[in-house]
């Protein structure tokens, strides 16, 4: 019983920004890493950011540079602030964690996704 709950996207303009949260939920022992993934109409689910339980973060080569992923981890939360958004940033963005439920059990759970919509 774990949810994890993307809020934050929305319609922005072309150098614009957002900020994204996940919020996990649930029986939840503890939270190794969480990122964010991304898909665009007709293109695969690509990697966008990831943060690990001890605060190290990958990024695509994308972007690097504009977006950053943080976390909360009291309030087992990930954020993604998105700065200077591009066209090729719009896409449904995914929530993604890697939770412990119990001492022997790990599992991948991921959020239902939030549109962040880029006009030009």
């Known amino acids: 019983q774990v949810q994890l709950v993307e809020s934050g996207g929305g319609l922005v303009q072309a150098g614009g920004s957002l900020r994204l949260s996940c919020g996990a939920s649930?029986?939840?022992?503890?939270?190794?890493?969480m990122g964010w993934y991304r898909q665009a109409p007709g293109k695969q689910r690509e990697l966008v950011a990831t943060?690990?339980?001890?605060?190290?973060?990958n990024y695509a080569d994308s972007v690097k540079g504009r977006f950053t992923i943080s976390r909360d981890y009291a309030k087992n939360t990930a954020y993604l602030q998105m700065n200077t958004l591009k066209p090729e940033d719009a896409g449904v963005y995914y929530c993604?964690?890697?939770?412990?439920?119990?001492?022997?059990?790990?599992?991948?759970?991921w959020g239902q996704g939030t549109q962040v919509t880029v006009s030009s």
């Open positions: 943060i690990t339980s001890g605060g190290s973060t």
């Open positions: 993604t964690a890697s939770v412990r439920t119990d001492v022997y059990i790990t599992s991948r759970y």
């Open positions: 649930g029986s939840i022992f503890s939270i190794n890493d």
